[in-house]
């Protein structure tokens, strides 16, 4: 039995592979070494998680997708820096085993893996996922030469501004040098790694356009009409509003595949995630959001197909 | 007596109502994180179960077609509410816990499901031991699903302490848990019954 | 085989006349234990917000605790030897449902003696864990004026939204029924 038969290398999720790597770099910076070994961990269970999950499925053929392997790098960016490694592995479990394996394993699964898992210990742990937040290193050598970080407890931006009412300054939330999870920091690194996945066609520009817009639409409604103290700007560039848009909400499985149907499955994210955010007891409403649109994906695709069947079928007469 | 002992058996086992034949979820996911609330859940909707197949079974001759399951429904709200004051005035902690679910064991599709499907056509007897064996398979499949929960959701078993130093599952608490739980149940119960059935074939 | 309509309605008649008869029968037997279970609940909860320890809480509370009517609300006057205490009922919406329960207070009114809840519908180990000692005796012994989560009072972690509405429960009591209250 040889190690590469059983992996499948798929070249789109390559390239998300390689979009990720700065993310990675300024995340060790800012949190210290500790994010690879959690990297590392998490890539393991995942591996066997899916290479046990698939062999229920599949028999001795086998194969481990490349794609589990961004799922476990995403899921790891997404993941709060001090947070334990048994919770991580029962995240990334839950991930490959229930949010994919269970529904046949590669391109079957309805919600996008990583999101399933990390919203999973999200209400399962909401301590340790959320009260205590690392202080970032900002200067050098910062995290390179550091195992984990030695301060706790410094709000993200997202929640001084719905506790306190108190406004990062736009720039460090641009660069990143801010708290929050590993990998939402740096609007910079997202807005790079986006070009790249566009320049090389792997992810959507119509999703990550749509949902950026209804974003943008939907928190300036709130704030103008007085529903919410968070800017429009700020809305887009806090919280995990940026990565989710460009790493999860384009994830080919579980967004719809026509225009149209993007472009409403992206406004659906946009809304959703401001709306949580406005007006429910959660501070961040996209990881909800995006599995939200996940969940309406197929119905407007299916309703997008019937209605130009009809108007063809019209225009027929 | 043999075929009583097979529809005790099948009832638990390959038949099971929550497992193979997906009935009285609704329940299955509101009550079990304690295993208190699902044991005393069971055993009132096996009481239920078993004695109104009986009583159908009973009166099913002179039951007029037309107004059969108005009959059977009459019976079933009859003993649910006699289990509802008996919790009442004996258990009055858990009827408090157990809420409006007691009430609505009379909705379990698993005791309509038995009267019509086998108390309506069998004897008392018969009836009585399919009605009892259904609500046994029921009341198990609930006691593992808050096994897990409550180990997982407070660290102990029947509300005594593990004595485990661990952080609590806050999901496993509330009701979505048990679709993870009971999914992953079935899961496992189907892959057996596939392999049980190969087996069947090829021997 | 094939029955008239009168059968039908003899036949229905028969069954409910007999199955109604057994559970009027059943239901007037039961329910003078069913209200004494809800009165002995309800006393054990009083004397918890009062902090009376007892081993025979029954008859301290018969021996101690009387109705009282305060003028705008009903409520209980506890009276052993010198001092003197009041529960109130507070009530008010929750997670799920509506919270109520009795907020016990010393005679001057002006010191919190403790709070319990006889009926809640939170989530059990989240919201419902108001009703477990940890969060109920911190309490005791505070001064009542509007009150907001601190180091020394906090709310239950991940039942931000219930741990609120208790708070909000006890600050509307204070602003708007303790002005009208007549204690003598």
Not at chain 1, 215 to 220: M, P, Q, V, W
Request: net charge neutral.
């Amino acid at each position: 039995m040889e190690l590469k038969n059983h992996f499948m290398r798929q070249k789109m999720m390559t390239k998300v592979l390689i979009s990720l790597i700065p993310l990675y770099i300024f995340s060790v910076w800012l949190y210290g070494l500790r994010v690879l070994t959690l990297l590392a961990v998490v890539t393991l269970v995942g591996v066997l998680a899916e290479f046990w999950v698939m062999r229920l499925i599949q028999g001795d053929k086998v194969k481990v997708t490349e794609a589990a392997l961004v799922t476990c790098a995403l899921y790891t960016l997404t993941l709060p820096p001090t947070v334990p490694y048994w919770i991580a592995i029962v995240g990334i479990l839950v991930a490959l085993i229930l949010g994919k394996g269970a529904f046949g394993g590669f391109a079957r699964n309805i919600f996008n893996p990583a999101l399933v898992g990390r919203c999973f210990i999200y209400i399962s742990f909401p301590v340790q996922m959320t009260a205590a937040w690392a202080k970032t290193y900002t200067s050098l050598p910062g995290g390179f030469l550091r195992y984990g970080v030695d301060a706790l407890s410094e709000a993200t931006p997202m929640i001084l501004q719905e506790t306190q009412g108190v406004l990062t300054p736009l720039k460090d939330l641009f660069l990143g040098t801010v708290g929050g999870s590993i990998g939402e920091s740096s609007a910079l690194l997202i807005l790079i790694a986006a070009a790249y996945l566009l320049y090389t066609k792997t992810a959507s520009k119509t999703i990550m356009l749509w949902v950026t817009l209804s974003g943008l639409a939907f928190s300036s409604a709130f704030y103008y009409l007085g529903y919410s103290t968070a800017p429009p700007i700020f809305s887009i560039l806090s919280g995990g509003f940026l990565f989710a848009t460009v790493f999860m909400a384009t994830d080919p499985i579980s967004a719809p595949r026509d225009t149209l149907s993007q472009a409403l499955y992206g406004i659906i994210i946009g809304f959703s995630a401001i709306f949580i955010r406005t007006f429910s007891l959660f501070t961040e409403g996209i990881m909800f959001a995006v599995l939200i649109g996940n969940s309406f994906a197929p119905l407007i695709e299916r309703t997008v197909r019937e209605m130009r069947a009809k108007r063809a079928a019209g225009g027929a007469k | 007596m043999v075929e009583l002992k097979v529809i005790a058996k099948t009832n638990v086992t390959k038949e099971n109502q929550i497992l193979r034949q997906i009935l009285g979820i609704c329940s299955a996911l509101a009550v079990t994180n304690l295993m208190t609330n699902s044991l005393v859940m069971g055993v009132g909707v096996t009481f239920v179960t078993a004695l109104s197949s009986f009583t159908i079974s009973l009166i099913n001759q002179l039951i007029p077609q037309r107004i059969r399951m108005l009959i059977q429904t009459f019976v079933i709200a009859f003993y649910v509410i006699l289990v509802h004051l008996f919790l009442q005035t004996f258990l009055p902690s858990i009827s408090k816990q157990l809420g409006p679910y007691v009430g609505l064991i009379i909705t379990n599709c698993i005791i309509m499901g038995r009267a019509e499907a086998f108390a309506a056509k069998n004897p008392p007897l018969p009836a009585l031991v399919d009605g009892f064996f259904a609500g046994v398979g029921y009341l198990l499949v609930l006691l593992a699903i808050s096994f897990v929960r409550e180990i997982l959701g407070f660290g102990t078993i029947f509300g005594f302490s593990l004595g485990l130093n661990f952080t609590p599952w806050t999901l496993m608490v509330m009701p979505p848990a048990a679709f993870f739980v009971i999914s992953i149940l079935i899961w496992i119960t189907s892959a057996w019954a596939i392999k049980a059935e190969e087996k069947g074939r090829r021997a | 085989m094939k029955r008239g309509y009168l059968y039908t309605v003899i036949f229905m008649a028969i069954v409910s006349i007999v199955l109604t008869a057994i559970l009027a029968i059943s239901n007037a037997a039961m329910l003078p234990t069913i209200k004494d279970n809800v009165w002995k609940a309800e006393q054990l909860a009083l004397l918890d917000a009062f902090g009376v320890v007892s081993d025979d809480p029954e008859a301290y509370f018969d021996a101690h605790v009387k109705e009282k009517d305060f003028g705008t609300v009903k409520g209980y006057m506890l009276e052993d030897g010198d001092t003197k205490a009041y529960a109130l009922p507070i009530e008010g919406p929750g997670l799920w449902g509506s919270i109520s329960g009795y907020l016990a207070l010393s005679e001057d009114l002006k010191t919190i003696l403790g709070i319990t809840f006889t009926d809640q519908n939170e989530t059990p180990g989240l919201g419902g864990r108001i009703d477990e000692p940890q969060f109920r005796d911190q309490f005791r012994g505070l001064n009542f004026e509007p009150l907001r989560y601190s180091e020394e009072l906090s709310a239950i972690t991940g039942a931000t939204q219930t741990s609120s509405s208790v708070l909000r429960m006890i600050n509307q009591f204070y602003e708007t029924i303790l002005p009208t209250l007549e204690v003598n």
